[in-house]
């Protein structure tokens, strides 16, 4: 890819992302500055505009955000700690792409770290928690756009881990929900309107044993929430093919 279709394509995809952004003032404090960078960069990769294994240069993105080269060095490390971006010498950044073995090893990891978090979240939960989380699963039901979708549902799992104060594991569960964000783009396509029914009929079955302070319940059906992922996109090796991932983004399911 060109440098000028770098920036083009950077700059179309930050617009999209977020139509309202400005480049940051030269005066602005250089820690607000990285901040926003990264945030920036990190919204575009998690929407699906910069698709996995895309290339992004440092010089276009310091010109897109009107900064130097520093701040955007700074936020591309950082999403690489995140697993969001994947850094080369004498090559640039890339968009980190996930290959079949490294995606079903991270969900295995998470059908363990998951219910975990859950699991000890549940009894400092209040019953004003509970009711958000409920209102967010009635939310992800009435929506029919999948981006929407994906927005709710990672509120809604991330919200629902907050309450076990461990602050460790939900570094590490937030970098992999990062890492397989386009993983289960691909699953909400792939499953469309016809299978919606079961993933909000365990967000409910998730949402019960919540109000019951099962956590042994809540946690078990999480698993199986996740596992249900990874085992449908086991069956669907063509999710993993060069530019399926960035395919699955034109279109529009419900999950």
């Excluded at 910069?50 to 440092?58: F, N, T, V, Y």
């Excluded at 939900?170 to 396509?189: D, G, I």
Aim: aromatic share 4%.
């Amino acid at each position: 890819m060109g440098m000028a279709t770098d920036k083009t394509t950077l700059r179309k995809a930050e617009r999209r992302s977020n139509p309202g952004a400005r480049a940051p003032s030269p005066a602005a404090d250089p820690s607000l500055v990285s901040k926003r960078v990264t945030e920036s960069i990190r919204n575009l990769i998690l929407s699906g505009d910069l698709p996995p294994g895309s290339r992004i240069s440092q010089e276009s993105l310091a010109e897109r955000f009107g900064t130097s080269r520093i701040p955007v060095r700074d936020a591309l490390n950082r999403l690489e700690s995140d697993g969001l971006v994947l850094l080369k010498p004498n090559s640039g950044a890339w968009v980190a792409k996930l290959d079949l073995s490294e995606c079903i090893e991270i969900y295995k990891i998470r059908e363990r770290i998951e219910p975990l978090a859950l699991s000890e979240a549940v009894a400092k939960m209040s019953d004003e928690d509970v009711d958000q989380l409920a209102e967010l699963v009635t939310k992800m039901a009435a929506t029919k756009d999948t981006e929407t979708f994906l927005k709710l549902d990672r509120e809604f799992h991330l919200a629902s881990y907050r309450a076990s104060q461990m602050e460790q594991l939900s570094s590490m569960v937030e970098r992999f929900w990062n890492t397989t964000q386009h993983y289960r783009r691909a699953f909400t396509k792939l499953i469309g309107k016809d299978g919606a029914w079961i993933i909000h009929a365990e967000h409910n079955l998730m949402i019960d044993a919540l109000r019951r302070r099962d956590a042994d319940s809540a946690a078990q059906m999480l698993h199986e929430h996740i596992r249900r992922t990874r085992v449908e996109l086991e069956h669907h090796t063509e999710v993993f093919e060069d530019g399926a991932l960035a395919a699955v983004k034109t279109g529009r399911s419900e999950k």
